[in-house]
């Protein structure tokens, strides 16, 4: 289902009819949302009960062309999309009630 994160980015939400095993945020590749990542995550959801939410590279912006979409990559900030990614994580803990990994989208998960 197509959702709005607090950002105002639309996100594709898919959740499984029972339990989810794990929560996983996806970012489309340049083409952004579109039928493609609507059935990954739906499959995604169905076939390995997954709580899965995809979302959009390019809120709001009209780029018709792949050359239009490569062109605004140097455009993209990154403080929005690792707030998108935090909110599209806190909406599978409300919706799924999916743990989350690490609170901070910056903290490391590794050594390096």
């Not at 909406?91 to 799924?96: F, N, T």
């Amino acid at each position: 289902m197509r959702v709005e994160l607090p950002s105002g980015t639309p996100a594709e939400l898919a959740l499984p009819d029972g339990p989810s095993a794990r929560g996983v945020v996806v970012f489309p590749d340049i083409f952004g949302l579109r039928p493609l990542f609507t059935d990954m995550v739906a499959r995604l959801a169905a076939e390995r009960s997954w709580a899965t939410v995809a979302v959009e590279l390019f809120p709001g912006r009209s780029l018709a062309t792949v050359d239009d979409r490569f062109a605004a990559v140097p455009t993209l900030l990154d403080d929005r999309l690792l707030g998108d990614a935090a909110a599209a994580a806190d909406l599978l803990v409300e919706r799924a009630g999916v743990g989350r990994i690490a609170t901070d989208p910056l903290a490391p998960r590794w050594p390096a």
